[in-house]
């Protein structure tokens, strides 16, 4: 009797080990579950950037009005009857004044 409980204690520390310090144990399902988060988190933020520049692509493919914008904002384009006003801030005038 006493070998049949030594036995089942050997065998129940085993597993234990297994379970706990082995290839498989909970450590490793800790750190694997933090980096599946992780990578959830950038999926998440990557999901979000590819529709906002989808959306971006269909603005420009359907009309004219993302394509003034990026010509007035980014290449400082206009139309032939407007006028362009830039306005400095009041630094830039001690600046441009002092060349």
Do not use: C
Not at 10 to 29: C, D
Not at 54 to 75: H, N, Y
Not at 84 to 95: K, M, R
């Amino acid at each position: 009797m006493r070998l049949l409980l030594l036995l089942l204690i050997v065998l129940n520390l085993v597993t234990q080990y297994a379970l706990w310090f082995g290839k498989s144990g909970w450590e490793r399902v800790r750190e694997t579950q933090a980096r599946l988060d992780s990578q959830q988190e950038t999926n998440e933020a990557l999901q979000a950037r590819n529709n906002a520049l989808l959306a971006e692509v269909q603005d420009l493919k359907s009309g004219t009005q993302a394509i003034e914008e990026r010509a007035r904002s980014e290449l400082g384009m206009f139309h032939e009857d407007e006028i362009f006003v830039q306005i400095l801030p009041e630094n830039a005038t001690s600046e441009i004044n002092t060349r």
